[in-house]
Nanobody, 131 residues
Framework: QVQVIESGGGLVQAGGSLRLSCVAS????????MAWFRQAPGKEREFVASISWSGATTNYTDSVKGRFTISRHNANPVDNANPVYLQMNNLEPEDTAVYYCAARTISTGYPITRRDAWNYWGQGTQVTVSS
């Protein structure tokens, strides 16, 4: 069964840290790049970070560079149940949002910063940063 599942959200004070995890299980996701997006109340869903299958290439939106790190652990090549992490340090109230994990199994032609570039999504996990 194809599933994308996030975990690790919560409430933290400004300046604190959280680590989000995502698992996209199933052979569909073998060699899939992965990404994190977020959506704050009343705002559009926005790109946060992405990582290639090998982990060699990462991309970040400017507002999180130097504070967030995306990584992956490809220890299970069979069904690709390999977690992708988003380490978030020095969190700010502006980082408050629902964070979504995304995977892509087809090439859409859209830039990776666009929602349209990703065809599988998790249900989201809430991150709340208090001031």
């Amino acid at each position: 069964q194809v599933q994308v599942i996030e975990s690790g959200g919560g409430l933290v004070q400004a300046g604190g840290s959280l680590r989000l995890s995502c698992v996209a299980s199933g052979p569909t996701f073998i060699r899939s790049p992965m990404a994190w997006f977020r959506q704050a109340p009343g705002k559009e869903r926005e790109f946060v970070a992405s990582i290639s299958w090998s982990g060699a290439t990462t991309n970040y939106t400017d507002s999180v560079k130097g504070r967030f790190t995306i990584s992956r652990h490809n220890a299970n090549p069979v069904d690709n149940a390999n977690p992708v992490y988003l380490q978030m340090n020095n969190l700010e109230p502006e980082d408050t949002a629902v964070y979504y994990c995304a995977a892509r199994t087809i090439s859409t032609g859209y830039p990776i910063t666009r929602r349209d570039a990703w065809n599988y999504w998790g249900q989201g996990t809430q991150v709340t940063v208090s001031s």
